[in-house]
């Protein structure tokens, strides 16, 4: 099993960058495909990003060329940087893993934190 924990959002202008950390639990973090998915109010759950355990990543079409998802294996951390932030990059955030899936659907990954709020303003 793995814990995770995202930090770092926020309140911040279009145009802004911010970047998102997800702490996990665990000795095996390195065996674990990673992925990244927000939540708008009154949408469902989309796919934003993701890294293999290898670190081989894709994005979603809306933040190819502004997010970048990387991992650090020795802190037991995945990160999201987003450039150039838009409005309708306002959701809640959240980090999931597996252990065998790598995708976009948020019914493949089992684990999951709880959520990060970004707020875009224009």
């Known amino acids: 099993q793995v814990q995770l924990e995202e930090s770092g959002g926020g309140l911040v202008q279009a145009g802004d960058s911010l970047r998102l950390s997800c702490a996990a639990s665990?000795?095996?973090?390195?065996?674990?495909?990673m992925g990244w998915f927000r939540q708008a109010t009154g949408k469902e759950r989309e796919f934003v990003g993701g890294i293999s355990s290898e670190g081989n990543t894709f994005y979603a079409d809306s933040v190819k060329g502004r997010f970048t998802i990387s991992r650090d294996n020795a802190k037991n951390n995945v990160y999201l940087q987003m450039n150039s932030l838009k409005p309708e990059d306002t959701a809640v955030y959240y980090c999931a893993a597996d252990r065998i899936y790598f995708g976009r659907s948020v019914h493949a990954y089992p684990y999951w934190g709880q959520g990060t709020q970004v707020t875009v303003s224009s």
């Open positions: 665990g000795r095996t973090f390195s065996n674990y495909h």
